[in-house]
């Protein structure tokens, strides 16, 4: 079902449309950022073709030939042998083609070819993914371009490419182009919880550094995520019990350490999350909707005796500020400024509003 994959709704309406329409094409080249789903998708059209118990014109996912579909079997080391050919999944149909080192080769087209030339021996219909499509060289973009000419009509191919632009025009000009777009954070926080791959926090993390990506989501360094976290749970801490200043400078010194120079809006997010949970329990909302919930405890002890009114001025502070990190300010002192002057927010005076040294 189409409905399990993350996220590109316009791609699965385009695709539901095609299937029930029975114009499935026989050559289809997916652009749109790696780990964006453009591989599942590809393997979602050779189980609705070769379903056993379809749903409508979907994959019912749980027949045989729908398991079968998914299991890919890899070769386990990277000899360039071993990726030669067609790697076939568990369905006898339906097989992946990956460039054995820089380039995909003419013999690995050939094979494709000669595959797709037969009928399907166990479904409807015979599918073949070509992963990275942009390390089409000249010699196999032609070998591929004899099969993407005239596909049987049992047969489809489907090119799959980060780069769309290192296509060659003719590769480009005979295949149904399929755009993909990146996923949004909450369609990737979703997914995350959803299928328990991680709790609400780091979920939420996981999503805002995906950058429109699953595979990065998934990727990312948790542990670089709890020590974001720690550093800044230190940050409210001081905010919260003890306007400590001191700790306040050293925290924003931290933040702006080189080490940590890609990490600086991330930062931020985590900072912007742990305010909104310690708002949250000042109001006395229920536990069930904080975020950072595996450090409850913390976040309890901060709540306690906190003006409300002041995690929303944090926020605004941080956000204000945020607006002026697009203009390239200077980072360091603006961190100065920003975290001093949230300490000095209280709930009935507004600080005055600052602004940053611009470089
Ligand atoms: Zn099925």
């Known amino acids: 079902m189409f409905d399990e994959l993350i996220g590109n709704d316009r791609v699965k309406e385009l695709l539901r449309r095609m299937l ?3 114009r499935m094409p026989g050559a289809m080249l997916f652009s ?6 453009k591989k599942m998708f590809g393997l979602e059209i050779a189980r609705a073709l070769n379903c056993r118990a379809p749903q409508g014109v979907e994959a019912c996912g749980s027949c045989p030939a729908c398991k079968r579909t998914l299991k890919i079997n890899y070769p386990a080391g990277d000899e360039a042998d071993d990726f030669k050919g067609i790697i076939w999944t568990g369905h006898p149909d339906v097989g992946l083609v990956v460039a054995p080192k820089r380039v995909l080769l003419v013999h690995q087209m050939r094979a494709i070819e000669s595959a797709a030339n037969y009928r399907p021996f166990e479904g409807k219909a015979r599918v073949f993914i070509v992963e990275d499509a942009d390390k089409l060289n000249e010699s196999s973009a032609n070998a591929l371009l004899k099969i993407l000419e005239e596909p049987p009509p049992t047969s489809h191919i489907i090119l799959l490419t980060s780069r769309p632009a290192w296509l060659l025009p003719t590769i480009r000009s005979r295949c149904q182009v399929i755009r993909f777009s990146p996923l949004a954070a909450a369609e990737i926080e979703n997914y995350l919880t959803h299928n328990k791959v991680a709790r609400a926090a780091e979920a939420r993390v996981r999503a805002r550094v995906a950058r429109g990506s699953l595979r990065r ?19 409210l801490e001081a905010l919260a019990r003890s306007d400590d200043r001191l700790q306040l400078l050293r925290s924003a010194e931290q933040l702006n350490e080189a080490q940590y120079k890609d990490e600086y809006e991330a930062r931020l ?8 949970d310690a708002w949250l329990l000042s109001l006395g909302a ?6 950072n919930d595996d450090v409850l405890p913390e976040l309890s002890r901060m709540a306690k005796g906190l003006d409300s009114k002041r995690p929303a001025i944090w926020i605004g502070q941080i956000e204000e500020m945020r607006e002026q990190l697009v203009v390239n300010i200077n980072r360091k002192p603006a961190t100065d400024a920003l975290f001093l002057t949230m300490a000095a927010a209280s709930a009935t005076e507004l600080p005055p509003k600052r602004r940053y040294i611009i470089k």
Do not use: C, N, P, Y
């Not at 997010?269 to 909104?276: A, H, M, N, W």
């Open 269 to 276: 997010d985590v900072l912007e999350t742990l305010i909104r």
């Open 32 to 37: 749109g950022e790696d780990g964006v789903g």
């Open 217 to 235: 989501a998934l990727a990312a360094d948790l542990d670089d995520f709890i020590e974001q976290r720690k550093a800044m749970l230190e940050v």
């Open 20 to 22: 029930q329409s029975s």
């Open 286 to 291: 229920d536990t069930e909707t904080i975020v």
